[in-house]
């Protein structure tokens, strides 16, 4: 055993886990050193953290050898910093969402990137995606394009994108790290990678690291409707306030999404409030919100006649825009189909430490 082992155990306590393999070993390797993976086994788990004298205390190391390690790992986005009444506050982050995403949110070109970026590809496909990502309660949810939602429907505050980032202070625009990701192994689709966003708290944390910039209300609403128009979808943290991104994904790249794509488990999100409505008289068979949808709820048959899997579909409502014809609407799901998010983080890490202990 050495640091790399012992860390990589705890990572795997997390909700969303982390399988202690090769290739996890090989990704820690080239972002920490033995003493930094030693260190980090050793701090308190996000989103518990311990000030500098305390965690030095408990682990019974100077604070002139201690500090400058977990500075370091904070610049490399391994452990959470946080000051606070004049004091960091450290805490390890889990593999995801956490230390994957940071590695490719500054959009670097380098060997090094490159290389992680095979390897958590790698990493996915070998069992990572299947333990972390579609584990029985989401951590992600949907959130609906709200110009698609009719006037008529019943809107709930968490299900307003437009509120959930201008009620935040704090704001923050970072790459895409999915598809930058996939940009790095050859795999990238195009899209926009400039429009993921960070709110609340974490904000601080990301653009004093150089993980993102700080942006305007303007810049966010600007974001976000490009998103749209590239059709890419509204995924959030699966509570209801005080949520931590809000990120605009693709079915081609984002970890996700592409559980539901690559891995085929339709459960892999929280899905939206709404439900794609048919009305097959209006339809002309276009084949156009095909190409909108991201998880494949509509698809083209053998003879040419589009087909709804509405056990699929996640309410993202992108295809609605695309439908000249108007054969495509919103409905709300009936009440017993409705995700209703955690009222806090610390519920729907509770809820999600449940359902992997019923798992495994």
């Not at 290389?115 to 309660?137: M, N, R, T």
């Not at 009719?150 to 999915?178: G, M, R, W």
């Not at 609340?200 to 128009?229: H, I, K, N, Q, T």
């Not at 825009?321 to 610390?346: I, M, Q, T």
Request: overall charge negative; charged content about 30%.
């Amino acid at each position: 055993m050495d640091g790399y082992d012992d860390l990589m155990a705890l990572l795997d306590k997390y909700p969303t886990g982390a399988p202690p393999t090769e290739h996890l070993r090989q990704i820690l390797q080239i972002i920490l050193t033995e003493e930094e993976a030693a260190l980090a086994a050793r701090l308190a788990p996000h989103p518990l953290r311990e000030t500098l004298n305390r965690l030095c205390d408990r682990i019974g190391m100077p604070p002139e050898k201690v500090g400058p390690l977990c500075e370091s790992m904070a610049d490399k986005g391994v452990v959470y910093a946080e000051k606070k009444d004049g004091e960091t506050r450290y805490a390890v982050l889990p593999l995801a969402p956490g230390i994957f995403e940071l590695q490719f949110m500054k959009g670097e070109y380098d060997i090094k990137s490159k290389k992680l970026a095979q390897l958590f590809h790698d990493y996915y496909y070998e069992g990572w995606g299947a333990e972390s990502f579609a584990i029985g309660e989401p951590f992600a949810r949907v959130i609906t394009v709200e110009k698609e939602i009719p006037a008529s429907q019943e809107v709930q505050p968490y299900d307003k994108v437009k509120e959930l980032i201008l009620n935040h202070k704090h704001k923050a625009l970072t790459t895409c790290f999915c598809r930058h990701e996939h940009e790095l192994i050859g795999k990238g689709c195009g899209r926009p990678k400039d429009v993921c966003m960070v709110v609340g708290p974490f904000v601080d944390y990301a653009v004093e690291r150089g993980f993102a910039r700080r942006a305007s209300d303007e810049e966010m609403l600007m974001a976000l409707e490009r998103a749209e128009e590239a059709g890419l979808v509204h995924l959030s943290d699966n509570i209801q306030e005080k949520v931590n991104f809000i990120c605009n994904c693709c079915g081609c790249c984002c970890g996700i999404l592409g559980t539901i794509t690559r891995l085929n488990v339709p459960t892999a999100v929280a899905h939206s409030s709404y439900i794609v409505a048919w009305d097959e008289d209006a339809c002309v068979d276009c084949g156009a919100c095909v190409d909108r949808c991201e998880v494949g709820a509509l698809k083209m048959d053998g003879g040419g006649k589009l087909e709804v899997d509405f056990g699929r579909c996640i309410g993202c409502g992108l295809c609605i825009r695309v439908c000249d014809e108007k054969a495509l609407s919103l409905e709300r799901r009936p009440e017993d189909d409705v995700n209703v998010p955690y009222d806090s983080f610390f519920k729907m890490g509770m809820a999600i430490s449940r359902s992997v202990k019923r798992k495994r």
